[in-house]
């Protein structure tokens, strides 16, 4: 079978691909005749296709994000590779394939990552902490294993948000254990909750976000969380003004670090300042990483990449 | 009596004034002696004072915030007006006056302002935004009365918070008949809301702000009062997912307009656009009326205003 | 006959439209043949549309501007609506059909949007003042009536600038009521000059702009106008560095806010502060009143406005 | 004599010099006693100093921009040089001192420059654009001979306007015979009037800038000569849409390129490209060589240079 | 013979081209079909063509940058001009064309602009400065007389690097007279080394940039030059932290002007304060005249320019 | 002995302290008196001084840097401690004092810390690499073990750069044991070199910055350390255009991140990235620990800190 990304201009291929967006449209000509325009995709990347021969009773056969067998051909269209679908049908449990396998998704099973950030929230030492955290954990429920980080920044794939979030926990230890005089604590419920609300942000489902939603559009995840915050408290029976309170919600509302980049406050504790630059550089690289992992075999230059300055990243190689 | 605002260099007076500020410290000289480093305020103005002749005994009997009654005489000192008291004593019963005299305040009386403040929002017809708001007045008690919209920018005395609320009230009723496309309930209670965390994030006494709290500083009043409106709506029973409290909350993050300016989402709504910029068009005019009635006859230029982008203001006189 | 803003893929349609824009081109097989390429439009909206089968005759009968009888087709083209027209011809007398009923206006008649003008000069107070404006309302003859305010912008239809102006001098007067020291001669004359050079700057016929004109491009409308008052203010015999003069050349320089935005100076009056936000209210306003009324039913969100930050805006219902 | 600018701490000198500022002040002992506050001039430099023991008599002996002989001590008070009077009187006819030697002033004679300016105006080939500056010219009379082109920025002395005018015309025209396809007459009418309105924004004698006059600060030196060239061109008969009239508008208003440098268009022809960059070439070459000529000896580094900036400048010696 | 800039549509043509661009690619139908995406251009500009009956023959014989004879016709597409070719054949000995004749450059000779630098570098009096600009000049090679100087902001053709580098010799040479206090040498020095590096960063042939190079985008044209100058000091035996070096590096390094514009440094030395000007005087300029010399007769307005703030630019015409 | 930072208003005190800074000034009074306008140390911070009764013989005693024995007093001048000094002597042999002890210094041994500097570029594998670091860190010398990293902003004391660097290799090694696609062996190179020309740019003694470099004002250390690795890639016979000498460089001269912070290319590599956010990360979170190490006991908030987008920082206590 033909992975995606090893496609090539003139390749004629069968397979079994994630019909990731399906829509039923109309040729310009005289009669109007139907086509399916639809991108295809498995875990190695995405392309468009057109399936030009469709028949009325197919029409009502296909719906986005399900899994489909494909017979087509690769070409160039407007200087980008396309498939020409010959045949399509959907697929059936005796073909034995299985829609994980076929989207991105972070390199450590869902089940770990969630174990490892359950496992975290639950050593936080301080009793108030440890349950404002344990709060917001339960009140995401499923979405945690499975919600991607981003429509398209950076994480954008099935667990990307808890696999952003373990390594945060990473950098976080290891930062925490050479500069003592952080509060290891308040750093690991910032880490765990500073993207929490990016699961209401985002209307997401196999790690692919298809919008966000109208509270991710007028709130916004950061202010979201804090009012997430404000509300285990409440129910915790925690002051809403203690300083812990405060302080976690310091760390959410500051981690953008500047106002044009979403952050109402400036970071003023250590803590804070911890969590934006661990944010940053844990962020910023997986954007690299994953470019040059997408790159083809033999290429020095990924795209450009709006995270990164919109700068194309180089493959260091010698 | 002698108003500070028509004090001269090398006048000389006596009456009563507000101790705004009051330190007791020492000359460089050997041996060093005591004297007092103080701000004497009525409702005209301000201006620094020393008092260098010191007993032992007076150290004790003052405290900042008190009324004196104060003879002294007016200085020039590095460019600017100075008093030099010669006497000093704290006022007494029998002197007659009171503390209201001496603060500089909004120009309606702080009950008529409440009133109006209440009664508009009796009148909001929605019961859910009603009820969201009256819980948020509720919370705020009677700093509603007194509180200045700002420590230095603008509304800055007495009662500076319920005037400008009020005054964008009448803005916006103003508006909405005008455009009856935008939603009149929503508006009011964004009005009424917008800066309502202010109470909370300044700590004021008699209109003048001692400091920012640790809320302020860490949260912002803008974030804080979106965790207020989140508090009301779980005490209310109402989602806190639901299209009003988020449109509310959406008023309240977005009406400074920009990220740099300290929201962290920008207006989405008519009614939040409409917030913005009632609220400019009060608060910058206030600025301009307040620098151009403290500005004495004859002169033409107020000093550089901060909040209007560093701009002295001329007075249109023809 | 069919709105165009109720066209959707797929329906026919016969019906009078406005021929906004008129081209003929050639296609790109052997031999070329020609077709036209147009706008069609009507007060509710408007689309590009095709007509493939030209004959020689019919290809100098047409010309922008011009109403005309189609009958089409509605098609989806590169994802956006688009007309393949199968017939067109001129309208005739015996139609009877108006250009007026075809092109987005002010919901107010232009003449009582001019009346409201004209009324409102003659009654600033100030004789010089009222001299500099009706020269300046002279000089601008008809265009008063029908002139758009921008070419996308805001107010960019039939009688927007009157419009816009009209509104404008209603929150101008409120205001002035609200805050006496405000000098309302002057901010209505700022008012009823602020925009007015946008009759020399735009090329424009029934409320739609064709172009910037060489005094549009090279001065702008805001020099311009200044240069307008030094023109009326020699022809009145008022020397032109008299504070009223000046004062008035200001609040049209200074009226949007910073040099980034066009302004060579910033506002220094009380009168310049209130006329940029009375400004800003207005045309932000009526961005967002507009949008929402061209959004089909059902739906909440309109395209993002690149005169609100970019943001789309979300209509608010509850 | 000493120059100010030899003067060093704990030098005593006797000498005449210009009273640049001058105020009488008192001091802040009991009794307070009378002082002047001064700032003594040459055409080396500047110091500001005091004089302590003011007789009654002698107050009223002295005003600003007067020559006087002093006999005095140079101190160091905070960091900073300053003079301590002994002896004030002001200078008589038979001390045979001239104010021009005492101010600081451009190399070139001033009736060379206006000289150049007018012989310049006189050959522009195009009768309307030379018509158009002999009226802009004759309107500023006698200011063009001495004014200076800031008040702090550059060119600040006696006739920095006419030799900063002069010297761009020189690089004008040289750019002009290197690109022949520039107007020559339209770049030499835009050198000489783009900022000729400084003689009215500004308020200056003898070369020094007292303040910034109302026209000055609410019209800006760039909006005041657009419409002075509108004057010109209604009172010459010219059409003030003629392309020549706007292209010269353009120069003035566009020669500070952006919007956020003062300037309400941007350069639109190739003539004011020119115009830009000939006068930031000339103006920022000229603060660098003032600065390294106030330099003293053996110092290799000028103060932090605002224009410039705010760099300091490094003599290269080699 | 016709002109790429005096084709228009519907024109038929046989003549001489330089295939700038050649791609063989195949179209979407069944079977797919070779066909040719090329762009041609002669001196006078440049068109993207198509040729769509390819036979399999022709497909090995052409290569990019070859000339070639072309029959074709210029249709419309798109709202761009594009060629289709009917025949098209490589240009042999006979045909008696030069690739020479195609390509844009610069309108002085290489050979007389390479003796003119070579002239000047040979005339810089101090011998260390000298002896680096000569280590430089000889590092680049034969590329100095063909480079262009950017790949499209400005000078982008033949010999578009050394006529920038003449020209601005002839301004600085100028300004030096004029202004005798600068070092002519470093100035001198500075211009001719200020781009030097361009000849590493941009991959070019004929004038016509392909790409960036490595160091051209890892490191830059500014960084890299600086480099070069430690090289040459190295080699010469001139301490790397002697004034000269420092100095000249500092020229190069400083003369984008701001961090924002590709400079680590700011100009900190009157000389690299004439050299920013001075680069940007000419290239300014010359982006100017090349975008008016390429207006078709009649038109008023350039298309926007990237490097002049993106504006279009006016013929000024009277 | 009292602890500078212990010290507060009127309390008296006997011991040693470094004179970090030392002038004699002369009082304004007649006659005017010698004093001493001094600044003591100790590893605990600073405080400015004054001794008034300097006897002549007095005044040649001293210079900054040398150990001293004090008594003196504190006292509160213009809101600030100042000591006013009773007596002062020079430290002799017998005191038993040393520098060491009376200036701030990294928490680390100097000899430690360059151990670990010179063991990890003795493990980086690839011999190129390994060769232009060891030839840097041979060309620094004996500064590697006691520069500071900055004059004010961070790590600014005794081997702040060489603690700055471990720090850094520490958090680098640990990233690419998170992330193994990342080059160890350059990542670590680019860490060694990135602040290496501090040492040139600035000018230390004993931890403390005098100024900056003739080389630090006009090149910068990013500038700088570039021809360092390219005066080493000629020493070694590396071609400076090598992809291992070109991504070293990158990495010197992109870890500011953007062109306004000093760097005139971007990061371009996934290393490049890494260097930019663990340096702001390391930086940023010492700023914040010496900030709040410094606070008294007791207070809650640091001063504002220019380099953390000056805030003053939060102790976080629960």
């Not at 690289?285 to 020095?300: H, I, S, V």
């Amino acid at each position: 079978m033909t992975l995606i990304r090893e496609m090539s201009s003139g390749s004629e291929f069968v397979g079994f691909y994630l019909l990731r967006e399906f829509e039923v449209k109309q040729t310009n000509g005289t009669p109007a005749k139907d086509y399916f325009d639809i991108v295809l995709c498995d875990a190695s990347g995405q392309l468009s296709a057109k399936y030009w021969d469709v028949s009325p009773a197919e029409k009502s056969l296909f719906a986005p994000m399900g899994l489909v067998k494909v017979q087509g051909v690769v070409q160039l269209y407007r200087e980008k590779l396309q498939i020409k679908v010959n045949r399509i049908r959907l697929a059936v449990e005796q073909d034995g394939v299985a829609i994980a396998d076929f989207i991105k998704a972070a390199p450590i099973a869902a089940a770990d990552l969630v174990h490892t950030i359950q496992r975290t929230a639950s050593e936080i030492a301080d009793a108030e902490l440890r349950g404002l955290v344990d709060y917001c954990l339960a009140k995401v429920g499923d979405k945690l294993s499975h919600y991607p980080a981003a429509k398209t920044h950076h994480h954008n794939y099935y667990s990307g948000l808890a696999y952003h979030t373990v390594r945060m926990l990473e950098i976080g230890d290891f930062i925490c254990r050479q500069r003592p005089f952080l509060n290891a604590d308040l750093l690991r419920a910032g880490i765990l909750l500073h993207d929490i609300a990016k699961t209401e942000e985002l209307t997401a489902s196999l790690g692919i976000v298809s919008e966000y939603s109208l509270q991710g559009r007028l709130i916004g995840h950061i202010a979201l969380a804090s009012t997430w915050v404000t509300e285990a408290a409440l129910k915790l029976g925690i002051p809403a003004d203690s300083p812990k309170v405060v302080a976690l919600q310091h760390l959410i509302l500051s981690h953008h670090n500047l106002g044009e980049w979403g952050s109402p406050v400036q970071p003023q504790t250590a803590e804070a300042i911890a969590l934006h630059y661990i944010d940053s550089l844990d962020a910023k690289l997986q954007m690299a990483e994953d470019a040059l992992g997408a790159l083809p075999e033999g290429e020095a230059w990924t795209p450009m990449i709006r995270g990164l300055e919109n700068k194309a990243i180089y493959r260091t190689v010698f």
